[in-house]
């Protein structure tokens, strides 16, 4: 809390007193000293930054020319925005220093994929136990149509963590196409050791996910690799997304990536938006 006080106040005097000097913030018992530090010179040109020797003087004898003194800021008489900005600053430091301490607790990192048992259902919000927490699996993260019952083992990719009232939220997905190439980075050796890149993938949950490849080894196959032996590889990536279908092809364009998502249909046009705003 200390510190965050004098972060807050230290960005308080900045703004009465400019930013270039450097702040220093001490304190003994009750008292709090705010102290600016300038380099003392012949003549002042910013005084911002620099002090004349006899100003400096003034507060110690022993100061020479080319030396830092530092000196107490008026802090008196607070201004009411000012006051809340110190109140804004010292409750989000210690709002980021309560979530890395409930992060700091929980095994896993976001983007990873981690599975659990549905400890309960709740107005379409799935709960999930993870690693002796609970995960929420929001409808917006579910995969449509899919139907999650309590006690079921379900694997998740973990979204984001954010710290709530009640500690810390682990919110929850099973439509992040991020998941099913964390899927394939856990499953296949050759991936998650850089042989095998994923270029480019597109993905409509619970349907189809197409998945390009490419091998830096020219004598390593990468769709070999990721379906294993006898599909035992891609079968597990299959069995956590809820049997959707993936298909392995070969490194292609972005357009053909499309064009493979969407067969048998076929599309008279596929138009990059993202390049059309540039």
Do not use: W
């Given at each position: 809390i200390q510190q965050s006080f004098s972060h807050a106040l230290v960005s308080v005097a900045r703004k009465r007193h400019g930013v270039g000097p450097e702040y220093e913030v001490h304190f003994e018992g009750d008292n709090i000293d705010v102290l600016v530090f300038k380099r003392i010179v012949e003549t002042v040109k910013n005084p911002s930054m620099e002090v004349s020797l006899k100003d400096a003087q003034k507060h110690d004898e022993n100061v020479n020319l080319g030396d830092e003194i530092g000196t107490a800021v008026d802090m008196s008489?607070?201004?009411?925005?000012?006051?809340?900005?110190?109140?804004?600053?010292?409750?989000?430091?210690?709002?980021?220093?309560?979530?890395?301490?409930?992060?700091?607790?929980?095994?896993?990192?976001?983007?990873?994929?981690?599975?659990?048992?549905?400890?309960?259902?709740?107005?379409?919000?799935?709960?999930?136990?993870?690693?002796?927490?609970?995960?929420?699996?929001?409808?917006?993260?579910?995969?449509?149509?899919?139907?999650?019952?309590?006690?079921?083992?379900?694997?998740?990719?973990?979204?984001?963590?954010?710290?709530?009232?009640?500690?810390?939220?682990?919110?929850?997905?099973?439509?992040?196409?991020?998941?099913?190439?964390?899927?394939?980075?856990?499953?296949?050796?050759?991936?998650?050791?850089?042989?095998?890149?994923?270029?480019?993938?597109?993905?409509?949950?619970?349907?189809?996910?197409?998945?390009a490849l490419k091998s830096k080894d020219k004598t390593t196959d990468p769709i070999s690799v990721c379906v294993g032996l006898g599909g035992d590889k891609i079968n597990q990536v299959i069995y956590a997304i809820g049997g959707e279908q993936i298909r392995l092809i070969k490194d292609l364009s972005n357009e053909d990536v499309i064009h493979k998502l969407f067969e048998p249909a076929e599309l008279s046009n596929v138009f990059d938006y993202h390049e059309e705003l540039l």
């Open positions: 008489k607070l201004l009411r925005q000012e006051i809340n900005t110190i109140k804004q600053i010292v409750f989000s430091d210690i709002k980021r220093e309560e979530k890395k301490r409930l992060v700091a607790k929980f095994p896993y990192n976001e983007g990873e994929v981690v599975k659990g048992v549905v400890s309960r259902v709740v107005d379409q919000v799935v709960y999930v136990n993870v690693a002796n927490m609970e995960g929420m699996l929001p409808p917006r993260e579910q995969i449509k149509e899919e139907v999650i019952n309590p006690g079921e083992t379900v694997h998740c990719y973990i979204k984001g963590l954010e710290q709530s009232k009640s500690g810390l939220r682990i919110v929850l997905s099973r439509k992040d196409i991020n998941m099913v190439s964390r899927l394939l980075h856990d499953t296949v050796y050759e991936i998650e050791n850089g042989t095998v890149q994923i270029t480019r993938m597109a993905r409509v949950p619970g349907i189809k996910t197409v998945v």
